[in-house]
C-alpha cells in the first residue's frame, strides 16, 4: 500500500512564493515518476510538472520559470518551489507518484493566491 502525505499549501499574496512537500510511504519501486497536478474549480486536473527517479523533469508552460520540482529518493519525496505566484495558480494541488502505469494520489492540499 502506497501513501503519499502533502503539506505545503496556503494562502499567499500575488508575487509570493510557496513550497510544498510530498512524502510517499509504502511499496515503491526505485523507478517511479512523481508529480504535482492542480485542478481549479471548474477546471480538469492538469499537469503542473513531474519528475523521474532518475531527475528528469517536465513543466507545465503556463508555470516554467516560476515553479521547480525537485525530489529526494532517500526520502521518497517530491517538492514543488513556487515564485512568483499569480491568481490564476489558485487550486487545489494534488501530489501524484506513477509506478509502472499505476497512479497513486495525495489528498490535495489548497494554494490560494490572492491579487
Known amino acids: 500500500q502506497v501513501q503519499l502525505v502533502e503539506s505545503g499549501g496556503g494562502l499567499v499574496q500575488a508575487g509570493g512564493s510557496l513550497r510544498l512537500s510530498c512524502a510517499a510511504s509504502?511499496?515503491?519501486?526505485?523507478?517511479?515518476?512523481m508529480g504535482w497536478y492542480r485542478q481549479a474549480p471548474g477546471k480538469q486536473r492538469e499537469l503542473v510538472a513531474h519528475?523521474?527517479?532518475?531527475?528528469?523533469?517536465n513543466y507545465a508552460g503556463s508555470v516554467k520559470d516560476r515553479f521547480t520540482i525537485s525530489r529526494d529518493n532517500a526520502k521518497n519525496t517530491v517538492y514543488l518551489q513556487m515564485n512568483s505566484l499569480k491568481p490564476e495558480d489558485t487550486a487545489v494541488y494534488y501530489c501524484?507518484?506513477?509506478?509502472?502505469?499505476?497512479?497513486?494520489w495525495g489528498q490535495g492540499t489548497q494554494v490560494t493566491v490572492s491579487s
Open positions: 501524484n507518484l506513477l509506478i509502472r502505469n499505476y497512479n497513486y
Open positions: 509504502g511499496s515503491i519501486f526505485s523507478y517511479n515518476i
Open positions: 519528475i523521474t527517479s532518475g531527475g528528469s523533469t
